[in-house]
């Protein structure tokens, strides 16, 4: 079982960055971000699929977040610029894969890190 630790996590002020990373103990097929706020669901963010190299975003995010990754090293990073106070959640990072995959499905995952809190002071 491929094991996900994320890192970077933090408070920050609204209109700030922090870069997330996703360090898999395996090779993954496809890797994804998803973050729940206290009382929400969890909601897709973003993914990257390896096997073509096309980002996937949620439009909350669309033009302030950037995911990339390192293939090589099994790694998958999540830059996120003008944060927002409603972008105060727990982050996780997922790998999965498979004929059915959705990025934007949390179903589609079937490896999930332990998740790194962001804040967003206003």
């Known amino acids: 079982q491929v094991q996900l630790v994320e890192s970077g996590g933090g408070l920050v002020q609204a209109g700030g960055s922090l870069r997330l990373s996703c360090a898999a103990s395996?090779?993954?097929?496809?890797m994804g971000w998803f973050r729940q706020a206290p009382g929400k669901e969890r909601e897709f963010v973003a993914a990257i699929t390896w096997s073509v190299g096309i980002p996937y975003y949620a439009e909350s995010v669309k033009g302030r977040f950037t995911i990339s990754g390192e293939y090589a090293k099994s790694t998958v990073y999540l830059q996120m610029n003008s944060l927002k106070p409603e972008g105060t959640a727990v982050y996780y990072c997922a790998a999965g894969g498979g004929s059915s995959y959705n990025p934007t499905t949390s179903s589609s995952y079937n490896c999930w890190g332990q998740g790194t809190q962001v804040t967003v002071s206003s």
């Open positions: 395996g090779r993954t097929f496809e």
